[in-house]
């Protein structure tokens, strides 16, 4: 079956379609670029966080820290510039009007109707496993289905064939053309060395932090490490699940270590746990991680909660499943002693307590940091500790 095409002199000309294309792939690799490169800085920078962390819900970093955004052994954004790539080189032979290579619009269609199928699959894995949304995943969404739409318009204004026959059209049109026959195998092949080059630096673990410095207990009962006498005291209510609290935590640590006269760390438990913060997380969120700020409280009690903090955060960040007999081994107490900490009415109220304390400072996510009374969501500006340093 073909289809006539639409009367010549009344549609616009051929370059009216094809920027709009263009710039919809450029678009899509400034996009994916950038996905990169905020992808590296959140694993490798603790201090980081991006422009979109603007909510719990609406969070790159939460998606960029998720298993999720791996595939393969390589970043999702990663692939996404492959996928960009590939539909540019295909795209370069019909950027002119060149009825010879017109069938190259059906396997432009078939690509993005390939990105669109895998967008609306990392949006449903967005809304049901992380339950966060980056708004520059988002936008390379609408990039492939504005990418599909004009692939569209084009064949039905241009193209007089049926989708099977122009597909069959656009594989033999690929294989004599050079720019796709050469350009996407060696751009194929450029990745598979990337992948082979690129250092899983999402899987990088910190070395052990010190924890020689002094250290004790403030007299409403909140751990501390650091200066005996501050110049700066730096309150940090944290989540042992959340990615950012974890790199701050380690970012913390080692400016103590640096400046150990100068500053003191306070610890405040604010699981972001529904079974113990259902106001600020009324679903469920952090799951485990109620139990596991019970397991530092009683650890506390020990005198090792600064050993236990770090494996609890080293557990977090690796994405272990809550196991005691594994934080046994890494802090030193029995796995039964544990196990009895996360069912102990106490412990759960000393938790709770905490929890009210944050309520009151309006707090409603993690890390949270607090100076001379004064609230810092996310991260501490750096003016703030030059002042002190």
């Not at 450029?190 to 673990?205: E, N, S």
Request: aromatic letters at 14%.
């Amino acid at each position: 079956m073909t289809r006539t095409p639409h009367s010549s002199n009344r549609r616009p000309p051929y370059c009216f379609y094809t920027f709009p294309v263009l710039a919809l792939i450029l678009c899509g690799l400034l996009d994916t670029g950038y996905l990169a490169w905020l992808h590296y800085r959140n694993y490798t920078d603790p201090a980081f966080t991006s422009f979109c962390a603007l909510t719990k819900s609406i969070n790159c970093d939460t998606v960029a820290q998720s298993p999720w955004s791996i595939l393969l052994g390589l970043p999702l954004a990663v692939w996404g510039i492959l996928a960009y790539l590939v539909f540019l080189v295909a795209f370069l032979p019909v950027s002119r009007e060149n009825h010879e290579k017109f069938g190259l619009w059906y396997l432009l269609f078939f690509l993005a109707l390939l990105y669109s199928g895998t967008s609306l699959y990392l949006g449903y894995i967005s809304a049901t496993q992380i339950k966060a949304h980056c708004i520059l995943c988002m936008a390379s969404y609408a990039i492939s289905f504005a990418l599909l739409f004009s692939c569209w318009i084009i064949i039905r204004r241009f193209i007089p064939l049926s989708y099977s026959t122009g597909f069959l059209s656009a594989m033999r049109i690929a294989l004599r053309t050079p720019t796709t026959a050469v350009g996407i195998p060696l751009l194929c092949g450029l990745f598979a060395l990337t992948g082979a080059l690129l250092p899983p630096y999402w899987h990088y673990t910190p070395p052990p932090l010190a924890n020689d410095l002094p250290h004790g207990f403030t007299e409403e009962g909140h751990p501390w490490i650091g200066a005996e006498s501050p110049r700066l005291t730096i309150h940090e209510y944290t989540d042992y699940q959340c990615f950012q609290c974890s790199k701050m935590h380690i970012y913390l640590r080692r400016l103590i270590a640096t400046h150990p006269q100068e500053i003191r760390l306070v610890h405040h438990h604010y699981p972001m746990d529904h079974a113990f913060n259902s106001l600020i997380v009324p679903e469920p969120f952090h799951v485990g991680s109620g139990k596991m700020a019970m397991l530092a409280i009683y650890a506390g009690s020990q005198g090792k909660f600064w050993k236990m903090n770090d494996a609890l955060y080293t557990m977090g960040r690796t994405k272990e499943p809550f196991n005691t007999r594994t934080l046994a081994t890494m802090s030193g107490i029995s796995g039964g002693e544990l196990a009895a900490a996360t069912r102990h009415p106490q412990i759960r109220a000393a938790l709770l307590h905490e929890i009210r304390e944050g309520m009151k400072l309006n707090i409603i996510g993690t890390p949270t940091f607090v100076i001379d009374g004064k609230v810092y969501p996310g991260a501490i500006p750096t003016e703030i500790l030059a002042r002190y340093l």
